[in-house]
């Protein structure tokens, strides 16, 4: 169970991580473009960019039931569109790259969403493959030159490349931070449950002392006191009762005095 939380809230806090870099790249990017006159990439992005917010801020809200399902879904439509826009020759199908190498450290890589990631990578890798099957190399929406053309590639292959880097380090170093927690909890527990066993022991001998160190004196005292009760006038029986009841009360003492030390020693932990 403490696996399950680490793990949730390790990917809750990846996903704002990531989507702070996402909006980072995607607000650049659209600057950039649009101060290359190419104003229809810049709003597709302005766009893209709005949409992972609401959605990071719905997830903020606690709305987080389909927040995955929308973040793929959302990551793929605008990646299409701004490839539609641009044509294949800009190089914007490589963000595919980080997305699908990111999906996994998003979703959570457990179990309990194998099957989710699975489903979103297939839909990335279709959404990937019918852009390259179906957009054009050159932009029919845009008037594109070939010098252009080359420095959007080269902006959106950077990108791309800084994108995986960062990605990966913040994968690597939460991932590492689930770790340590599981150990810690662990831990916890491996020390709780020696507390609990060397409790158990003072109970066990605490236990034993009640029903023999400390009864064993007292029955001498009660069995020296009807001694003396059986014979009152004998002076030198008294005496030997009476050294016998302060030894038995010695013992006494010590076994109580042993008992409260155990006593001690229990409430301290």
């Not at 990531?18 to 290359?36: K, P, Q």
């Not at 662990?186 to 409790?199: D, L, P, S, T, Y």
Request: include cysteine; charged fraction near 15%; proline fraction near 2%.
């Amino acid at each position: 169970m403490v696996a399950i939380i680490s793990k949730q809230r390790a990917a809750s806090r990846r996903l704002i991580y990531f989507g702070a870099v996402a909006l980072t790249v995607i607000l650049g990017t659209g600057v950039i473009n649009h101060s290359r006159g190419l104003w229809l990439s810049a709003y597709i992005l302005y766009s893209f960019a709005a949409a992972i917010g609401v959605i990071m801020f719905l997830d903020y809200l606690g709305y987080s039931k389909y927040k995955n399902a929308s973040l793929v879904v959302t990551i793929n439509f605008f990646l299409s569109c701004i490839t539609m826009v641009e044509g294949l020759d800009a190089g914007g199908y490589l963000f595919i790259i980080p997305t699908i190498f990111a999906l996994v450290f998003m979703l959570g890589n457990t179990r309990e969403y194998k099957g989710e990631v699975i489903g979103y990578f297939v839909i990335s890798v279709l959404s990937f493959s019918l852009s390259i099957l179906f957009i054009p190399e050159k932009s029919n929406w845009q008037n594109i030159t070939a010098d252009i053309y080359s420095k959007m590639f080269t902006t959106n292959a950077i990108a791309v490349v800084v994108l995986c880097a960062v990605f990966a380090y913040i994968g690597i170093y939460f991932e590492r931070q689930v770790y340590e927690s599981l150990v810690n909890e662990r831990n916890k527990a491996k020390h709780q449950e020696q507390m609990i066993r060397e409790q158990n022991g003072y109970l066990r001998e605490i236990a034993f002392m009640s029903s023999h160190t400390v009864r064993a004196p007292l029955s001498n005292i009660l069995g020296l006191a009807a001694l003396m009760r059986d014979v009152p006038n004998d002076p030198d029986t008294h005496s030997l009762v009476m050294d016998g009841i302060q030894n038995s009360a010695k013992d006494l003492d010590n076994a109580i005095h042993h008992m409260v030390s155990k006593t001690g020693n229990l409430i301290r932990r």
